[in-house]
């Protein structure tokens, strides 16, 4: 998709570049926690854990499959291994609160935050 990563960074690094950033997408690491501990405009992308419940603490756009959203009838699950949803494959790891988040609602979540956040 030709996005500019960084990797191989310390600590150090890594704060330096999220303090000194506008904006910040992120999932549920480190880096969502530092950014809203700072306050940053941010996008956060969730799986199978409730982000709702991860990030209570600060004010970001969440991007999740989750069951009050209208569109998802049973995540968060924080069991994903065992998940009993109709669409999980038993033979495979992966689960639908994994694999189906859309590049446009991912997109969605940015804009909203950009909208939010103007800089």
């Known amino acids: 998709m030709n996005i500019p990563t960084l990797v191989g960074r310390n600590l150090s690094d890594w704060m330096s570049y999220i303090y000194a950033a506008d904006y910040v997408v992120t999932v549920d690491t480190a880096n969502f926690h530092y ?56 033979s495979s790891k992966l689960r639908p609160c994994v694999t189906e988040l859309s590049l446009m609602e991912i997109e969605e979540g940015i804009n909203k935050m950009l909208n939010r956040w103007r800089i």
């Open 35 to 90: 950014a809203g501990g700072l306050n940053k405009p941010m996008t956060g992308i969730f799986t199978h854990v409730d982000g709702k419940l991860r990030g209570k603490f600060y004010d970001f756009i969440l991007v999740q499959k989750h069951r009050d959203n209208g569109d998802w009838p049973c995540g968060p699950c924080y069991n994903y291994l065992y998940c009993t949803h109709s669409k999980c494959d038993k």
